[in-house]
Protein backbone atom coordinates (compact mmCIF):
# COMPACT_ATOMS: atom_id res chain seq x y z
CA UNK A 1 0.00 0.00 0.00
CA UNK A 2 1.57 3.83 -0.88
CA UNK A 3 1.33 5.80 1.50
CA UNK A 4 2.55 9.03 -0.37
CA UNK A 5 1.93 9.64 -3.82
CA UNK A 6 5.64 10.51 -3.38
CA UNK A 7 5.83 6.60 -4.54
CA UNK A 8 4.72 6.59 -7.84
CA UNK A 9 7.48 7.31 -10.04
CA UNK A 10 6.76 7.80 -13.67
CA UNK A 11 10.22 9.42 -15.17
CA UNK A 12 13.65 9.07 -13.80
CA UNK A 13 17.13 10.26 -14.89
CA UNK A 14 20.05 10.71 -12.11
CA UNK A 15 18.62 12.59 -9.39
CA UNK A 16 16.25 14.16 -11.55
CA UNK A 17 12.42 12.19 -10.32
CA UNK A 18 9.40 13.35 -11.84
CA UNK A 19 6.90 11.51 -9.37
CA UNK A 20 3.02 11.11 -9.05
CA UNK A 21 2.88 14.78 -6.79
CA UNK A 22 4.64 16.58 -8.87
CA UNK A 23 2.57 15.44 -12.31
CA UNK A 24 -0.95 15.98 -10.67
CA UNK A 25 0.46 19.22 -8.56
CA UNK A 26 0.90 20.53 -12.70
CA UNK A 27 -1.91 19.01 -13.76
CA UNK A 28 -4.24 20.90 -11.17
CA UNK A 29 -2.12 24.34 -11.26
CA UNK A 30 -2.93 23.78 -15.28
CA UNK A 31 -6.54 22.96 -14.49
CA UNK A 32 -7.39 25.90 -12.13
CA UNK A 33 -5.35 28.05 -14.98
CA UNK A 34 -7.51 26.88 -17.89
CA UNK A 35 -10.26 26.68 -15.82
CA UNK A 36 -10.16 30.27 -14.85
CA UNK A 37 -9.15 31.60 -18.23
CA UNK A 38 -12.54 30.04 -18.75
CA UNK A 39 -15.11 31.59 -16.40
CA UNK A 40 -13.84 34.76 -16.96
CA UNK A 41 -13.18 35.29 -20.37
CA UNK A 42 -17.05 36.74 -20.35
CA UNK A 43 -17.83 38.35 -17.71
CA UNK A 44 -21.02 40.10 -17.91
CA UNK A 45 -21.91 43.77 -15.58
CA UNK A 46 -26.05 42.38 -16.25
CA UNK A 47 -28.12 40.93 -13.47
CA UNK A 48 -28.71 37.44 -15.92
CA UNK A 49 -25.36 35.62 -15.40
CA UNK A 50 -23.92 32.73 -16.37
CA UNK A 51 -23.96 29.49 -14.41
CA UNK A 52 -20.01 29.56 -14.29
CA UNK A 53 -19.83 33.58 -13.35
CA UNK A 54 -22.74 32.63 -10.88
CA UNK A 55 -20.62 29.66 -9.48
CA UNK A 56 -17.52 32.43 -9.34
CA UNK A 57 -19.52 34.73 -7.47
CA UNK A 58 -20.49 32.40 -4.80
CA UNK A 59 -17.19 31.65 -4.35
CA UNK A 60 -15.70 34.80 -4.30
CA UNK A 61 -18.16 36.19 -2.08
CA UNK A 62 -17.95 33.26 0.35
CA UNK A 63 -14.18 33.58 0.42
CA UNK A 64 -14.37 37.32 1.54
CA UNK A 65 -17.34 37.01 3.77
CA UNK A 66 -15.06 34.84 5.87
CA UNK A 67 -11.64 36.65 5.39
CA UNK A 68 -13.94 40.14 6.67
CA UNK A 69 -15.53 38.08 9.38
CA UNK A 70 -12.05 36.03 10.71
CA UNK A 71 -10.04 39.18 10.10
CA UNK A 72 -12.05 42.28 10.79
CA UNK A 73 -10.38 44.23 7.93
CA UNK A 74 -11.06 44.37 4.19
CA UNK A 75 -10.55 41.09 2.52
CA UNK A 76 -9.20 42.94 -0.86
CA UNK A 77 -5.61 42.28 0.07
CA UNK A 78 -5.98 38.80 1.35
CA UNK A 79 -8.24 37.18 -1.19
CA UNK A 80 -6.03 36.75 -3.85
CA UNK A 81 -3.82 34.51 -1.51
CA UNK A 82 -6.04 32.70 1.24
CA UNK A 83 -8.33 31.92 -2.01
CA UNK A 84 -5.96 30.70 -4.09
CA UNK A 85 -4.44 27.99 -1.09
CA UNK A 86 -8.36 27.04 -0.58
CA UNK A 87 -9.01 26.46 -4.28
CA UNK A 88 -5.73 24.61 -4.98
CA UNK A 89 -6.08 21.87 -1.95
CA UNK A 90 -9.65 21.56 -2.46
CA UNK A 91 -9.41 21.17 -6.26
CA UNK A 92 -6.74 18.65 -5.66
CA UNK A 93 -8.76 16.68 -2.78
CA UNK A 94 -11.93 16.84 -5.04
CA UNK A 95 -10.34 15.42 -7.96
CA UNK A 96 -9.57 12.15 -5.85
CA UNK A 97 -12.80 10.65 -7.31
CA UNK A 98 -11.10 10.02 -10.96
CA UNK A 99 -9.65 6.67 -10.73
CA UNK A 100 -5.73 6.78 -11.61
CA UNK A 101 -5.42 10.22 -9.78
CA UNK A 102 -3.46 11.35 -6.78
CA UNK A 103 -4.39 14.18 -4.40
CA UNK A 104 -0.85 16.28 -4.18
CA UNK A 105 -2.13 17.21 -0.89
CA UNK A 106 -1.37 13.20 0.24
CA UNK A 107 2.58 13.81 0.16
CA UNK A 108 3.98 15.60 2.90
CA UNK A 109 6.07 17.92 0.51
CA UNK A 110 3.30 20.06 -1.39
CA UNK A 111 1.52 20.26 2.36
CA UNK A 112 5.07 21.55 3.95
CA UNK A 113 4.99 23.95 0.74
CA UNK A 114 1.47 25.16 1.33
CA UNK A 115 2.20 25.85 5.01
CA UNK A 116 6.24 27.32 4.19
CA UNK A 117 3.93 29.79 1.44
CA UNK A 118 1.75 30.72 4.95
CA UNK A 119 5.15 31.13 6.92
CA UNK A 120 6.23 33.55 4.32
CA UNK A 121 3.09 35.31 3.63
CA UNK A 122 2.38 36.36 7.76
CA UNK A 123 5.44 38.34 8.52
CA UNK A 124 4.81 39.99 4.67
CA UNK A 125 1.31 41.36 5.18
CA UNK A 126 2.36 42.01 8.96
CA UNK A 127 5.34 44.25 7.76
CA UNK A 128 2.62 45.90 5.01
CA UNK A 129 0.78 46.70 7.71
CA UNK A 130 2.93 47.85 10.47
CA UNK A 131 6.13 48.31 9.11
CA UNK A 132 9.36 46.44 10.57
CA UNK A 133 7.65 47.59 14.08
CA UNK A 134 6.51 44.09 13.10
CA UNK A 135 9.23 41.99 14.77
CA UNK A 136 8.72 43.63 17.72
CA UNK A 137 6.13 41.09 18.87
CA UNK A 138 8.48 38.59 18.68
CA UNK A 139 10.33 40.40 21.75
CA UNK A 140 7.46 40.57 24.03
CA UNK A 141 7.01 40.54 26.66
CA UNK A 142 10.72 40.52 27.00
CA UNK A 143 13.58 39.87 24.88
CA UNK A 144 14.00 36.54 26.67
CA UNK A 145 10.99 35.40 24.60
CA UNK A 146 12.51 35.80 21.73
CA UNK A 147 13.61 32.17 21.20
CA UNK A 148 10.34 31.12 22.11
CA UNK A 149 8.43 33.02 19.71
CA UNK A 150 10.68 31.98 16.91
CA UNK A 151 9.88 28.38 17.87
CA UNK A 152 6.12 28.71 18.08
CA UNK A 153 6.26 30.12 14.54
CA UNK A 154 8.05 27.22 13.32
CA UNK A 155 5.81 24.56 15.04
CA UNK A 156 3.23 26.17 14.12
CA UNK A 157 3.90 25.77 10.26
CA UNK A 158 4.82 22.16 11.00
CA UNK A 159 1.43 21.87 12.63
CA UNK A 160 -0.24 22.93 9.62
CA UNK A 161 1.62 20.97 6.82
CA UNK A 162 1.32 17.61 9.11
CA UNK A 163 -2.03 18.17 9.68
CA UNK A 164 -3.51 18.45 6.19
CA UNK A 165 -1.12 15.53 5.09
CA UNK A 166 -2.09 13.27 7.81
CA UNK A 167 -5.49 13.87 6.69
CA UNK A 168 -5.50 13.30 3.38
CA UNK A 169 -3.51 10.32 3.61
CA UNK A 170 -4.94 8.72 6.25
CA UNK A 171 -8.46 9.28 4.54
CA UNK A 172 -7.10 7.55 0.74
CA UNK A 173 -5.85 4.48 3.50
CA UNK A 174 -9.20 3.59 4.91
CA UNK A 175 -10.61 3.98 1.86
CA UNK A 176 -8.25 1.38 0.18
CA UNK A 177 -8.76 -0.55 3.08
CA UNK A 178 -12.21 -0.62 3.27
CA UNK A 179 -12.55 -0.85 -0.79
CA UNK A 180 -10.15 -3.89 -0.94
CA UNK A 181 -12.59 -5.37 2.03
CA UNK A 182 -16.02 -5.01 0.56
CA UNK A 183 -15.54 -3.36 -2.80
CA UNK A 184 -19.27 -3.70 -3.68
CA UNK A 185 -20.60 -1.70 -0.37
CA UNK A 186 -18.41 1.02 0.13
CA UNK A 187 -16.88 2.64 -3.10
CA UNK A 188 -19.89 4.90 -3.07
CA UNK A 189 -20.28 6.13 0.46
CA UNK A 190 -16.92 6.33 0.93
CA UNK A 191 -16.04 8.53 -2.63
CA UNK A 192 -18.57 11.00 -1.49
CA UNK A 193 -17.52 11.13 2.24
CA UNK A 194 -14.06 11.60 1.18
CA UNK A 195 -15.30 14.60 -1.21
CA UNK A 196 -16.58 16.16 2.07
CA UNK A 197 -13.55 15.43 3.89
CA UNK A 198 -11.24 17.13 0.94
CA UNK A 199 -13.37 20.20 1.30
CA UNK A 200 -13.57 20.55 5.09
CA UNK A 201 -9.69 20.33 4.70
CA UNK A 202 -9.25 23.01 2.24
CA UNK A 203 -11.51 25.10 4.60
CA UNK A 204 -9.87 24.24 7.64
CA UNK A 205 -6.48 25.23 6.19
CA UNK A 206 -7.77 28.32 4.26
CA UNK A 207 -9.13 29.68 7.73
CA UNK A 208 -5.70 28.87 10.10
CA UNK A 209 -3.58 30.50 7.28
CA UNK A 210 -6.33 33.67 7.50
CA UNK A 211 -5.91 33.38 11.39
CA UNK A 212 -2.41 33.31 11.81
CA UNK A 213 -2.07 36.52 9.30
CA UNK A 214 -5.23 38.37 11.13
CA UNK A 215 -2.95 37.60 14.54
CA UNK A 216 -0.27 39.25 12.79
CA UNK A 217 -1.87 42.31 11.14
CA UNK A 218 -4.97 42.88 13.59
CA UNK A 219 -2.47 43.82 16.64
CA UNK A 220 -1.70 47.62 15.48
CA UNK A 221 -5.46 47.76 14.71
CA UNK A 222 -6.04 47.13 18.53
CA UNK A 223 -3.03 49.75 19.83
CA UNK A 224 -4.89 52.69 17.77
CA UNK A 225 -8.29 52.58 19.45
CA UNK A 226 -6.64 52.42 22.69
CA UNK A 227 -4.12 55.17 22.25
CA UNK A 228 -7.34 57.08 21.06
CA UNK A 229 -8.60 56.53 24.49
CA UNK A 230 -5.77 57.00 26.18
CA UNK A 231 -5.69 60.67 24.76
CA UNK A 232 -9.23 60.78 24.82
CA UNK A 233 -9.25 60.33 28.71
CA UNK A 234 -6.06 62.67 29.27
CA UNK A 235 -8.69 65.57 27.76
CA UNK A 236 -11.10 64.31 30.17
CA UNK A 237 -9.51 64.32 32.87
CA UNK A 238 -7.88 67.66 31.98
Known amino acids: MRISP ?72 YLPFVGTLFLFIAVSNLLSIVPGYEPPTGSLSTTAALAACVFVAVPLYGISQKGFSYFAQYIKPSVFMLPFNIMGELSRTLALAVRLFGNVMSGTMIVAILLAVTPLVFPIVMQALGLLTGLIQAYIFAILAMVYIAAATRAQRQEKPANQQVKKGAWTNG
Open 6 to 77: DAIVFFQWGPVTLNATIVFTWFVMALMVLGSWLVTRKLSPETRLSRWQNLLEVLVTGIRDEIREISGQAPGQ
